[in-house]
């Protein structure tokens, strides 16, 4: 088989300066790429700036023999946002492949957590990808192609103690994929979300030090080169990835249960009909959803 490559193609990849992002545009700009490497240079939680990540990750593409330029924009402002864009079409003339990644943890357990640690982890994953994307989308349109890929979180579709914050902007993740999968469609972008599992600085408090090569970025890497790529037509789906596996996540409803004018007691006593998981469905659309709802009521 061919290999995938992206000779041509422009990307962008916000929070390229370490863990993830790092790898994800080094695997793009391996197979063609020119790359904007977007990296605030920040702490963790945040706090503090460098324009050193974005810079080093720039160099070691340009070593390799590609093409990339730095830009240590804040992604969740909209002067950033659209400064990120600029760059691609000032140094590169074009824009094809999002890759949003960019984020900052400040965890706590809910009733310690500040409405400020609230707003700033919203602030950079779920503003920052909208509006990344929003400055994106009329160059996307205009050319009828482009491929966006969130960064969402096991964390968000499972839950995690904590995250309240985190894993509230890693499932809005899901939403903004959903709905801009849709919205993209005629115009042939195609948008997706991975939930990455990965040793980054991010998780080495948490990941103990022997998964740190087998939950290497790389692995995480070449799903998000895969969903970048003009061949994978997919969109509007969420994929867990990391330590070498990856797995479709859907969000589905089950068969349900359903009667007129139902009592408290008559949910009560009908629960496990309520609760039962099969034969499932997996709606891509809110229509879909409500069609089953609709056409029982004929
Ligand atoms: P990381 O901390 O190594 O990388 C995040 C990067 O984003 C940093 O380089 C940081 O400077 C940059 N950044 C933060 N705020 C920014 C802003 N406002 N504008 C521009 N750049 C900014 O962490 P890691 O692990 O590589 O995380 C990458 C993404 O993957 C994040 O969205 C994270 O939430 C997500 N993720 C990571 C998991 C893991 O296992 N490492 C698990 C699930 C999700």
Same mark, same amino acid.
């Given at each position: ?8 193609r422009?990307?962008?990849?916000t929070?390229a300066?370490?863990g ?7 695997a793009l &700009?391996?197979? $063609?790429?020119?790359?904007? +490497?977007?990296? =605030?240079?920040? #702490?963790l939680? @945040?706090?503090? &700036?460098?324009? $050193?990540?974005?810079?080093e +990750?720039v160099? =070691?593409?340009? #070593?390799?023999g @590609?093409?990339a ?8 402002t909209?002067?950033?946002?659209k #400064? ?7 140094a590169?003339?074009?824009l094809?492949?999002?890759v ?10 809910f009733?310690?957590?500040t409405?400020?640690?609230?707003d700033?982890?919203?602030?950079v ?10 400055a994106a ?5 205009e050319?009828?192609?482009?491929r966006?890929v969130n960064?969402?979180s ?14 509230t902007?890693?499932?809005?993740l ?6 801009l ?9 195609r948008?997706n979300?991975?939930a990455?599992?990965?040793?980054t ?7 103990p030090a022997?998964?740190e ?9 070449a799903l998000v ?9 997919v ?20 068969p349900?249960?359903r009667q007129?004018d ?7 006593d009908n629960?496990?009909a ?12 809110l ?12």
């Amino acid at each position: 088989m061919s290999e995938l490559r992206f000779d041509g193609r422009v990307a962008v990849v916000t929070g390229a300066g370490h863990g993830l992002g790092r790898s994800h545009a080094l695997a793009l &700009a391996a197979r $063609g790429a020119r790359v904007v +490497v977007n990296d =605030l240079g920040g #702490a963790l939680d @945040g706090t503090g &700036a460098s324009s $050193g990540p974005a810079a080093e +990750v720039v160099e =070691l593409i340009r #070593a390799g023999g @590609g093409e990339a330029v730095a830009s240590t924009e804040n992604v969740a402002t909209p002067e950033g946002a659209k #400064a990120i864009v600029r760059s691609a079409i000032d140094a590169f003339g074009r824009l094809d492949v999002v890759v949003n990644n960019a984020g900052i943890l400040r965890d706590r357990s809910f009733g310690k957590m500040t409405v400020e640690e609230f707003d700033q982890v919203l602030a950079v994953h779920v503003r920052g990808s909208f509006l990344v994307s929003h400055a994106a989308f009329p160059y996307l349109k205009e050319q009828g192609y482009g491929r966006i890929v969130n960064t969402s979180s096991p964390s968000g579709l499972f839950g995690n103690f904590g995250q309240a914050n985190y894993s509230t902007a890693k499932m809005g993740l899901v939403g903004l994929t959903k709905t801009l999968g849709i919205e993209g469609a005629r115009a042939g972008i195609r948008v997706n979300a991975i939930a990455p599992i990965a040793w980054t600085r991010m998780t080495e408090s948490v990941l103990p030090a022997e998964f740190e090569a087998g939950f290497a970025p790389e692995r995480v890497s070449a799903l998000v080169a895969f969903l970048s790529h003009e061949s994978c037509e997919v969109s509007g789906e969420v994929f867990t990835v990391g330590g070498g596996r990856v797995a479709r996540v859907f969000v589905a409803e089950g068969p349900g249960w359903r009667q007129d004018d139902h009592t408290v007691e008559d949910i009560r006593d009908n629960w496990d009909a309520i609760m039962a998981e099969q034969p499932y469905l997996t709606p891509t659309t809110l229509g879909e959803q409500a069609g089953a709802s609709l056409k029982a009521m004929l």
